[in-house]
């Protein structure tokens, strides 16, 4: 059954053209994913489908009597509201007889309002209907109804407007980016509800795990054309692949065509019968297919970044908290070189608040941060770009840096970094202001980068980039050979760039996980419930094998000594293998040497511990 159909749509501003002639549909039950560049028309096709904008050219057609909700990037709910107040301020039948019910009960007097409240709760089922939407409000972390909306964070009223949006359960749901501003346990709750619930769905998402396991088509825009893929996104990567690469090969023969006929045209008397005037038509076509360009960029770059020290960063007995909010409480961590760290927790346990610590944009209330000689923080943070008035997108970039060292004396101007993240030379030269949401936030990532840093600190870098600039940028990070922390709500973001993890559990305790975020998910469902404590210091958990008898804290013990030897004993190799080579200047062989006679009395302890547990398991 067709929900909406999309006729031979165009939109333009000024001289800019958006997108000409698009043509598409949405069925029931289909779960549409909508994938472009920033700066395509993404959000003004959302908002043309939604009826809050109109074509310059083609229509579009909805279903009769069917019900469409839209999730914007920004909403229009009453702040003088509160929570409860919006939530039963839509036309659902249901929620209005639930709301009835609920005035019923205050006024306990009123037996025959509190009588017929009842009976239409019990005729309209309402009470699976009562259970479902408080459901959804805990899920999205609304305890407190009675909270006026003028009171809640841009990301708490984006979480809002989620909330009502599921709990009136429309026909069609348009979504812009859901997954912004929420945590990761709330991304995985949305993505299981979407995977069971029939609801149809067209939305626009940076969320790559979201899309696999959530949209069974992709619709893409492509440097202007419309390109369907029936499938998920591990489908679509692989047949845009195939596309691209036919499109590469059609290119390659028009090229040598082309060549043949420029051969001819050079060749030709000025004066032309009217069949070689067809064939000069045909010409200027083939240039046309030539000399096609696709914008897309692989990043292999080898910087020449300022060489970090042998301190980088370290925390000692940290403690911080905001009122009654405690963030850390004795944090310790000494940053090696090159490690990359991603940062997860829910909202609101502190992981924006720690990247400004150790930046020192905040001061700590205990303990010490030691920050090394050479470090060069880069800070991408989530308040983005200040805009100038008339100011052009490469001058945003020069005003921190004309260029990136390369090795081998080679460089990376500012210019060609613009265009490694999509903004070609005449986009360039735009003025700030006319740049989309997406493409300001790739402008401050370049910003950024430019200044050449050693020690990358990103806070939600992935928030409103599409995913062809996501590619981009962890290509870019890949090659990055500096220390990098990130706080991210992308898992596959998480995945593909983060070694290890800080996990915010709350309450001023830090786990640090020696995995990414797909190993972290198998551990914690892997790993027996336990109890929480009330109150814990900062922990180190790693996955443990269940081995023998020993108790479970053994079992843990055993397995972490495991890892930490092997650890100890590729620490030891290297410093070895160092002063084997002669490789370490004269001024840092005392700190080497300590730092060696430290290593093995360590491994020592912990060898003689990890023979202790296998003899008892040996007995056993």
């Not at 002639?21 to 949405?26: A, K, P």
């Not at 054309?225 to 390659?252: F, H, P």
């Not at 610590?357 to 991408?380: A, C, H, N, R, S």
């Amino acid at each position: 059954m067709n929900y909406l159909s999309v006729e031979n749509i165009s939109k333009s501003y000024g001289e800019r053209v958006l997108f000409n002639d698009i043509s598409f549909g949405i069925n029931k039950d289909q779960k549409i994913a909508f994938v472009a560049k920033n700066g395509s028309g993404k959000t003004s096709i959302l908002n043309i489908i939604a009826g809050l904008d109109s074509p310059d050219e083609g229509q579009v057609i909805s279903r009769k009597g069917i019900q469409i909700s839209y999730l914007a990037q920004n909403d229009n709910l009453n702040p003088n509201a509160t929570i409860e107040e919006v939530v039963f301020s839509s036309e659902n039948k249901t929620l209005k007889i639930i709301a009835q019910y609920n005035k019923a009960l205050n006024n306990p007097e009123n037996a025959e309002a509190y009588q017929e409240a009842f009976e239409l709760m019990e005729q309209h089922n309402a009470w699976d209907f009562e259970t479902q939407y408080k459901q959804i409000l805990s899920k999205l972390k609304f305890n407190d109804l009675s909270q006026k909306v003028m009171n809640l964070s841009g990301g708490q009223r984006k979480r809002l407007a989620l909330a009502t949006i599921l709990i009136n359960k429309p026909d069609l749901l348009i979504l812009d980016e859901p997954t912004n501003h929420l945590d990761l346990e709330m991304i995985e709750w949305l993505e299981s509800y979407f995977k069971k619930e029939k609801i149809t769905l067209f939305m626009v998402t940076h969320d790559r795990y979201f899309l696999e396991r959530v949209c069974n088509e992709i619709v893409e825009l492509d440097h202007g054309k419309l390109y369907k893929y029936k499938g998920n996104y591990s489908y679509y990567l692989e047949k845009k692949e195939e596309r691209i690469a036919l499109e590469q090969v059609a290119t390659e023969k028009a090229k040598n065509l082309y060549n043949k006929e420029l051969d001819w045209m050079r060749r030709q008397p000025k004066a032309r019968t009217t069949k070689s005037k067809s064939r000069i038509d045909d010409f200027f076509e083939i240039k046309k297919k030539a000399h096609q360009r696709r914008q897309d960029h692989q990043v292999q770059l080898e910087i020449n970044m300022e060489r970090l020290g042998s301190k980088i960063l370290e925390l000692h007995n940290i403690k911080k908290s905001f009122d009654d909010t405690l963030i850390l409480d004795g944090f310790d961590y000494v940053f090696k070189r090159g490690e990359r760290i991603g940062i997860i927790g829910k909202n609101g346990t502190g992981k924006s608040s720690f990247l400004n610590l150790i930046t020192q944009k905040i001061p700590v209330d205990g303990g010490k941060v030691v920050l090394g000689e050479t470090v060069k923080f880069g800070y991408y943070t989530q308040s983005g770009i200040a805009i100038k008035e008339g100011q052009k997108v490469i001058d945003v970039i020069k005003e921190f840096g004309e260029f990136i060292p390369l090795t081998k004396g080679r460089k990376i101007t500012a210019g060609q970094l613009l265009e490694r993240f999509l903004f070609d030379r005449k986009k360039q030269h735009d003025f700030v202001e006319k740049l989309s949401g997406g493409e300001q936030k790739r402008l401050y990532l370049c910003a950024v980068l430019i200044q050449n840093p050693n020690f990358l600190i990103l806070d939600e870098p992935t928030n409103d980039l599409d995913v062809v600039t996501l590619n981009v940028l962890e290509n870019f990070l890949l090659d990055f050979p500096g220390n990098l922390v990130v706080v991210s709500h992308d898992r596959y973001f998480m995945d593909k760039i983060m070694d290890s993890l800080f996990v915010f559990r709350g309450k001023g305790v830090i786990e640090n996980f020696p995995g990414n975020y797909s190993d972290f998910r198998a551990y914690e469902d892997s790993k027996p419930k336990e109890p929480v404590a009330k109150e814990k210091k900062t922990v180190i958990r790693e996955k443990s094998p269940q081995k023998g008898r020993l108790s479970y804290n053994e079992n843990r013990e055993y397995g972490l000594l495991e890892k930490d030897i092997a650890k100890l004993e590729k620490k030891k190799a290297i410093i070895e293998n160092l002063f084997a080579t002669n490789e370490i200047a004269p001024e840092d062989i005392n700190e080497k040497s300590l730092e060696l006679q430290q290593i093995i009395t360590d491994l020592e302890q912990k060898e003689e511990r990890w023979f202790e547990l296998s003899m008892k398991l040996e007995e056993e």
